[in-house]
Protein backbone atom coordinates (compact mmCIF):
# COMPACT_ATOMS: atom_id res chain seq x y z
CA UNK A 1 0.00 0.00 0.00
CA UNK A 2 1.45 3.26 -0.63
CA UNK A 3 1.95 5.83 1.86
CA UNK A 4 -0.37 8.32 0.39
CA UNK A 5 -2.97 7.39 -1.96
CA UNK A 6 -5.53 9.81 -4.21
CA UNK A 7 -8.56 9.31 -6.12
CA UNK A 8 -6.89 8.13 -9.28
CA UNK A 9 -8.86 10.67 -12.15
CA UNK A 10 -9.05 11.99 -14.01
CA UNK A 11 -11.71 14.41 -13.33
CA UNK A 12 -13.75 16.32 -16.36
CA UNK A 13 -16.17 18.55 -15.12
CA UNK A 14 -17.91 21.69 -16.59
CA UNK A 15 -17.21 25.26 -15.76
CA UNK A 16 -19.19 26.16 -12.19
CA UNK A 17 -19.44 22.60 -11.36
CA UNK A 18 -18.06 21.46 -7.84
CA UNK A 19 -15.12 18.72 -7.20
CA UNK A 20 -14.16 16.85 -4.35
CA UNK A 21 -10.65 15.23 -4.40
CA UNK A 22 -9.54 12.93 -1.50
CA UNK A 23 -6.55 11.46 -0.60
CA UNK A 24 -5.96 8.98 2.07
CA UNK A 25 -2.15 8.60 4.09
CA UNK A 26 -1.10 5.17 6.08
CA UNK A 27 0.97 6.98 8.55
CA UNK A 28 -0.45 7.76 11.65
CA UNK A 29 2.37 10.24 12.78
CA UNK A 30 2.16 12.19 9.94
CA UNK A 31 1.69 15.89 11.13
CA UNK A 32 1.39 18.32 8.25
CA UNK A 33 -0.77 18.35 5.48
CA UNK A 34 -0.84 20.39 2.29
CA UNK A 35 -2.18 20.98 -0.87
CA UNK A 36 0.04 21.49 -4.05
CA UNK A 37 -1.04 22.74 -7.67
CA UNK A 38 1.22 21.35 -10.48
CA UNK A 39 0.37 22.48 -14.02
CA UNK A 40 1.59 20.79 -17.23
CA UNK A 41 5.36 20.67 -17.23
CA UNK A 42 5.54 22.86 -14.35
CA UNK A 43 6.68 22.64 -11.07
CA UNK A 44 4.36 22.28 -8.13
CA UNK A 45 3.19 25.00 -6.07
CA UNK A 46 1.19 25.34 -2.61
CA UNK A 47 -2.22 25.96 -3.05
CA UNK A 48 -2.94 25.25 0.63
CA UNK A 49 -1.96 23.94 3.70
CA UNK A 50 -4.83 21.92 5.74
CA UNK A 51 -5.44 22.33 9.30
CA UNK A 52 -6.66 20.03 11.88
CA UNK A 53 -9.94 22.28 11.95
CA UNK A 54 -10.50 22.55 8.25
CA UNK A 55 -9.77 25.21 5.97
CA UNK A 56 -11.48 27.39 3.28
CA UNK A 57 -9.99 30.05 0.89
CA UNK A 58 -12.18 31.22 -1.58
CA UNK A 59 -13.51 28.60 -3.77
CA UNK A 60 -11.33 26.01 -2.47
CA UNK A 61 -11.88 24.21 1.16
CA UNK A 62 -9.98 21.68 2.55
CA UNK A 63 -10.51 19.43 5.18
CA UNK A 64 -8.49 16.84 7.15
CA UNK A 65 -9.97 13.77 9.29
CA UNK A 66 -7.27 12.40 11.93
CA UNK A 67 -9.45 9.48 13.07
CA UNK A 68 -9.96 8.28 9.61
CA UNK A 69 -6.37 9.36 8.32
CA UNK A 70 -7.74 11.48 4.91
CA UNK A 71 -8.03 14.63 3.38
CA UNK A 72 -9.94 16.12 1.33
CA UNK A 73 -9.81 19.01 -1.19
CA UNK A 74 -13.37 21.02 -2.79
CA UNK A 75 -13.17 22.96 -5.03
CA UNK A 76 -16.79 24.89 -5.48
CA UNK A 77 -17.44 27.12 -8.90
CA UNK A 78 -14.91 25.35 -11.56
CA UNK A 79 -12.79 28.00 -13.62
CA UNK A 80 -11.43 26.58 -16.57
CA UNK A 81 -7.53 28.52 -14.95
CA UNK A 82 -8.76 25.47 -12.38
CA UNK A 83 -7.17 22.78 -14.64
CA UNK A 84 -4.21 21.39 -13.35
CA UNK A 85 -3.10 18.14 -10.93
CA UNK A 86 -3.41 18.18 -7.75
CA UNK A 87 -1.15 16.66 -5.48
CA UNK A 88 -2.01 15.59 -1.75
CA UNK A 89 0.99 16.15 0.01
CA UNK A 90 2.00 14.51 3.65
CA UNK A 91 4.91 15.49 6.29
CA UNK A 92 6.14 13.21 9.25
CA UNK A 93 7.36 14.84 12.12
CA UNK A 94 10.88 13.73 11.81
CA UNK A 95 13.04 15.74 9.58
CA UNK A 96 10.46 17.37 7.24
CA UNK A 97 10.24 14.96 4.27
CA UNK A 98 7.62 14.97 2.83
CA UNK A 99 5.87 12.15 0.85
CA UNK A 100 3.63 13.09 -2.14
CA UNK A 101 0.82 10.97 -3.68
CA UNK A 102 0.43 10.74 -7.46
CA UNK A 103 -1.80 13.29 -8.10
CA UNK A 104 -5.48 13.73 -9.63
CA UNK A 105 -5.83 15.84 -12.72
CA UNK A 106 -8.57 17.99 -13.11
CA UNK A 107 -10.41 19.41 -16.49
CA UNK A 108 -12.91 21.64 -16.88
CA UNK A 109 -14.13 22.64 -20.03
CA UNK A 110 -16.37 25.51 -21.24
CA UNK B 1 13.09 36.95 -6.47
CA UNK B 2 15.13 34.24 -7.37
CA UNK B 3 13.70 31.46 -5.16
CA UNK B 4 15.11 27.76 -5.98
CA UNK B 5 17.19 27.93 -9.26
CA UNK B 6 17.83 24.57 -11.37
CA UNK B 7 20.26 24.14 -14.05
CA UNK B 8 20.16 23.28 -16.66
CA UNK B 9 16.87 22.93 -17.71
CA UNK B 10 16.89 20.41 -19.90
CA UNK B 11 19.81 17.52 -20.94
CA UNK B 12 20.18 14.29 -22.97
CA UNK B 13 22.93 11.97 -21.74
CA UNK B 14 24.16 8.80 -23.18
CA UNK B 15 24.44 5.66 -20.71
CA UNK B 16 27.11 5.44 -18.52
CA UNK B 17 28.11 9.58 -18.82
CA UNK B 18 27.85 11.55 -15.82
CA UNK B 19 26.42 15.25 -14.77
CA UNK B 20 25.63 17.37 -11.89
CA UNK B 21 22.46 19.04 -11.37
CA UNK B 22 22.91 22.35 -10.15
CA UNK B 23 20.45 24.09 -7.16
CA UNK B 24 20.46 27.37 -5.32
CA UNK B 25 18.09 28.85 -2.85
CA UNK B 26 18.71 32.04 -1.79
CA UNK B 27 15.75 32.01 0.98
CA UNK B 28 17.96 30.83 3.66
CA UNK B 29 16.10 27.63 3.96
CA UNK B 30 17.93 24.87 6.20
CA UNK B 31 16.10 22.16 4.20
CA UNK B 32 16.48 21.39 0.83
CA UNK B 33 15.48 18.12 -1.25
CA UNK B 34 15.73 16.51 -4.62
CA UNK B 35 12.70 14.80 -5.97
CA UNK B 36 12.32 12.99 -9.48
CA UNK B 37 8.87 13.07 -11.17
CA UNK B 38 8.20 10.45 -13.54
CA UNK B 39 5.28 10.76 -16.21
CA UNK B 40 1.89 10.65 -14.62
CA UNK B 41 3.16 10.33 -11.00
CA UNK B 42 3.80 12.21 -8.09
CA UNK B 43 7.36 13.35 -6.80
CA UNK B 44 9.92 10.85 -5.22
CA UNK B 45 12.05 11.97 -2.42
CA UNK B 46 15.90 10.86 -3.51
CA UNK B 47 17.81 12.52 -0.94
CA UNK B 48 17.29 15.39 1.26
CA UNK B 49 19.10 17.56 3.84
CA UNK B 50 18.73 19.64 6.84
CA UNK B 51 21.56 22.15 6.98
CA UNK B 52 24.54 22.18 6.16
CA UNK B 53 26.75 19.45 5.92
CA UNK B 54 24.25 17.04 6.55
CA UNK B 55 22.29 15.07 4.05
CA UNK B 56 20.22 11.67 4.16
CA UNK B 57 18.64 9.08 1.54
CA UNK B 58 14.88 9.86 0.77
CA UNK B 59 12.90 7.10 -0.96
CA UNK B 60 14.92 6.34 -4.80
CA UNK B 61 18.83 7.62 -3.48
CA UNK B 62 20.31 4.76 -5.84
CA UNK B 63 22.36 5.87 -8.49
CA UNK B 64 22.44 9.58 -6.86
CA UNK B 65 24.85 11.24 -4.45
CA UNK B 66 24.53 14.80 -3.41
CA UNK B 67 26.68 16.93 -1.09
CA UNK B 68 25.65 20.21 1.25
CA UNK B 69 28.35 22.24 1.49
CA UNK B 70 26.58 25.51 1.99
CA UNK B 71 23.75 26.40 2.88
CA UNK B 72 22.78 27.98 -0.27
CA UNK B 73 23.64 25.01 -2.89
CA UNK B 74 22.32 21.37 -2.94
CA UNK B 75 24.03 19.31 -6.43
CA UNK B 76 22.51 16.30 -7.07
CA UNK B 77 25.22 14.22 -8.90
CA UNK B 78 24.20 11.29 -11.33
CA UNK B 79 27.04 8.68 -11.93
CA UNK B 80 26.88 5.98 -14.36
CA UNK B 81 23.51 7.48 -16.05
CA UNK B 82 21.10 4.62 -17.13
CA UNK B 83 17.74 4.58 -18.70
CA UNK B 84 15.65 4.11 -15.74
CA UNK B 85 17.07 7.59 -14.65
CA UNK B 86 14.95 9.63 -17.52
CA UNK B 87 12.55 11.98 -15.50
CA UNK B 88 12.02 15.25 -14.29
CA UNK B 89 14.34 16.63 -11.07
CA UNK B 90 13.39 19.21 -8.55
CA UNK B 91 14.94 20.28 -6.25
CA UNK B 92 12.88 22.23 -3.54
CA UNK B 93 13.96 24.18 -0.13
CA UNK B 94 11.46 24.93 2.77
CA UNK B 95 12.37 26.23 6.35
CA UNK B 96 13.02 24.03 8.80
CA UNK B 97 9.33 24.22 11.02
CA UNK B 98 6.53 21.41 10.20
CA UNK B 99 3.95 23.03 8.33
CA UNK B 100 5.94 25.49 6.40
CA UNK B 101 5.66 25.77 2.77
CA UNK B 102 8.17 24.08 0.43
CA UNK B 103 9.40 26.07 -2.71
CA UNK B 104 10.23 24.33 -5.82
CA UNK B 105 12.44 24.71 -8.92
CA UNK B 106 11.70 24.71 -12.31
CA UNK B 107 12.65 21.11 -12.91
CA UNK B 108 15.69 19.56 -15.08
CA UNK B 109 13.80 17.39 -17.69
CA UNK B 110 16.42 14.58 -17.99
CA UNK B 111 16.84 12.04 -21.06
CA UNK B 112 19.04 9.46 -21.12
CA UNK B 113 19.62 7.46 -24.54
Known amino acids: RKEVEQDPGPFNVPEGATVAFNCTYS??????FFWYRQDCRKEPKLLMS???SGNEDGRFTAQLNRASQYISLLIRDSKLSDSATYLCVVRATNAGKSTFGDGTTLTVKP | NAGVTQTPKFRILKIGQSMTLQCTQD?????MYWYRQDPGMGLKLIYYSVGAGITDKGEVPNGYNVSRSTTEDFPLRLELAAPSQTSVYFC????????????FGQGTRLTVV
Open chain 1, 50 to 52: VYS
Open chain 2, 27 to 31: MNHNY
Open chain 2, 92 to 103: ASSYQEDGTEAF
Open chain 1, 27 to 32: NSASQS
